[in-house]
């Protein structure tokens, strides 16, 4: 078992930042590729940005690209997303997700997901 748990998500301004942190449980951590995912109401859930277990490969979805940033740090079992130039459009639930799986694979679900965190960006 992998227990995540987000923090970071807050009320901002367009144009401001914010740098969301997802802390995982078990020795294990540095195995996974990570993700973050966010849901906005009434709209699906999308994917953000994800990571390799070495922090080699990362993908972006074309609506963050250049924006925000993921990044990990194994040896404090954390992923972070820097979100830069922030958008009311990125408002949202944002979770951090954990699975035995490429970076770069779309399809399927993550097997471990974090509580999320609420991310509001006025205008």
């Known amino acids: 078992q992998v227990q995540l748990v987000e923090s970071g998500g807050g009320l901002v301004q367009a144009g401001e930042s914010l740098r969301l942190s997802c802390t995982a449980s078990?020795?294990?951590?540095?195995?996974?590729?990570m993700g973050w995912f966010r849901q906005a109401p009434g709209r699906a859930r999308e994917r953000v940005a994800t990571i390799s277990w070495s922090g080699a490969g990362t993908y972006y979805a074309d609506s963050v690209k250049g924006r925000f940033t993921i990044s990990r740090d194994n040896a404090k079992n954390t992923v972070y997303l820097q979100m830069n130039s922030l958008k009311p459009e990125d408002t949202a639930v944002y979770y951090c997700?954990?699975?035995?799986?490429?970076?770069?694979?779309?399809?399927?679900?993550?097997?471990?997901w974090g509580q999320g965190t609420q991310v509001t960006v006025s205008s």
């Open positions: 997700a954990a699975d035995r799986r490429s970076y770069s694979t779309s399809d399927g679900e993550y097997r471990y």
């Open positions: 078990g020795r294990t951590f540095s195995s996974y590729t």
